[in-house]
């Protein structure tokens, strides 16, 4: 019965984590070292991004990909929020 515990936790944490307001607080707790760790993370997902649209692209004339597309759309969204915030900060070494 521990591993219907843990799975029952996995599905409770991944819920939370993908409504705004639990991620929020959950990066409001983090400490500075976590949040680097969360920021190298991200930049590695926004770097991945220009060559999975060049798949996808080059995939998406034979196939139906909906939720692919929808997860590089949410991506970009993603990126172009983490630009304007970069922009709004001012921090330079992102350029």
Known sequence: ?????????VDLSLRRIRDCAGL???LKRADPSERR???????????????AQD???????RARLPQLKE?????????TVVLELACEH????LA
């Open 37 to 51: 760790w969360l920021g190298r993370q991200l930049a590695n997902v926004l770097a991945a991004l220009p060559a």
């Open 55 to 61: 798949e996808l692209a080059a995939q998406s004339t």
């Open 71 to 79: 997860l590089a759309r949410q991506v970009a969204m993603l990126e």
């Open 24 to 26: 929020a607080s959950l």
């Open 90 to 93: 001012r921090i330079e070494e």
């Open 1 to 9: 019965m521990q591993a219907d515990a843990a799975v029952w936790s």
